[in-house]
């Protein structure tokens, strides 16, 4: 799997959270929580996180199953409200954020 701009992810979270996907909504909200403790003051694992809550919810819109994209929706804009304040003024996680998520 390849994130928006070509790159290839170096977390396995997509892979995790399509696991989780498989048991339910239960299990979608624990990988999530697992994996933002671990990760949250990792500026790339953070970034990546971000994309892949925000793909996952698109697929499931897709899928026409809203309740789902609902929930990854919610933890999309969760993580990136974190995200933002997490890079705050320093230019370069900045750049790096916005250069990957845009």
């Known amino acids: ?41 990792d500026l790339v694992y953070l970034t990546e996180l971000v994309i892949v809550l925000n793909l ?12 789902r994209s609902a929930i990854y929706s919610d933890l999309y804009y969760q993580t990136n409200s974190y995200a933002w304040d997490f890079v705050g003024d320093d230019k370069e996680k900045a750049d790096y954020y916005f250069r990957m998520t845009d």
């Open 56 to 67: 996952k919810s698109w697929q499931w819109y897709e899928y026409k199953n809203d309740e």
């Open 1 to 41: 799997m390849r994130m928006p701009n070509g790159q290839e992810f170096q977390t396995t979270f997509w892979e995790d959270f399509s696991i989780a996907d498989a048991f339910g909504d239960d299990a979608i909200k624990d990988t999530y929580k697992r994996a933002f403790e671990e990760w949250k003051e």
